[in-house]
């Protein structure tokens, strides 16, 4: 592994990956190299692939499921073209291995009728944290925004009078999502609300702690699964189901599959046409109930 620290340096200086990503592909590769017991001064070159197939077969029997052994297998992939086009191999071992099928899983969002109770019924409080915890929320809903990107949000990057907001996305990655007037009004008011709380704080983060401090990720998970629990009993309540439920809705609701890839910021449509195997699940239940026949 004389090229793993280049590999890690390369991630974080040319592709831009988040530190949570270049860590998961640092403990994956870890893992591959400490099976093959492959030490800091060996060279790659010696990696075949029937050391891969016997490290996946190694994953699959002591429990690991297809989709965490295939994203082990997806670190290995990249980290062997980084060799290829660095002159390191000529030849990528994995081509002969083959990846564990996985089976194809519906993203999990919460229906119209709970949003609106949601955010229609439940109180929020009219304080600081109060006012926070509610755009939070409605943030997630109204943009699609991922967690990192709500949580790196400055005043600066809104623009009420445009009603737009500049979010930088995966390999920063700058986008420019449009805001409906509704939530406008409740992000001044909150601004309003956190100027009282901290004075002079106007160009700062968006989402502040109790103490003044940025927001961070666990935090907003916290408020999010908080209030999603008191709508729905689904097993999963974090930022990324609000993500998933603003998808959902703008497609049943008749919004192009291009809009939505570009407000979720996607790098090809393949990842927003996932969104499409809910929207049919939906038709086929109105089918039943309405047609004579069904």
Known sequence: MRHFG?????????????????????????QFFGYCS?????????????????????????????????????????YFRYLLKEGVVTVNPL???????????LPVFVNERQMDH?????????????????VIIETFYSTGARLSELINLKVTDVDEKQRTMRVLGKRNKERIIPLNPA????????????????????????FLTDKGNKAYPRMVYRIVNRFLSMVTTSDKKSPHVLRHTFATHMLNQGADLNAIKELLGH???SATEVYTHNTFEKLKSVYKQAHPRA
């Open 118 to 134: 949601l955010l229609d019924d439940i109180e929020f409080g009219d304080d600081f944290s109060g006012f926070r915890n509610r």
């Open 267 to 269: 790098a090809n449509l």
């Open 6 to 30: 280049d590999f890690i340096k390369y991630l974080q200086s040319i592709r831009h990956y988040s530190p949570h990503t270049i860590r998961s592909y640092q403990q994956d590769l870890e």
């Open 95 to 105: 081509n002969k291995v083959l990846t564990p099928k996985l089976e194809k899983r």
């Open 38 to 78: 492959f030490g800091d001064d060996e060279d790659e070159k010696t990696i075949d692939h029937r050391q891969i197939r016997s490290w996946i077969m190694e994953l699959m029997e002591t429990g690991h499921t297809a989709r965490t052994t295939s994203r082990k297998i997806s670190s290995l992939k990249t």
């Open 183 to 206: 939530y406008c009004d409740l992000l001044d008011s909150y601004f309003k609300a956190r100027d009282d709380e901290f004075p002079g704080d106007r160009n700062g983060w968006v």
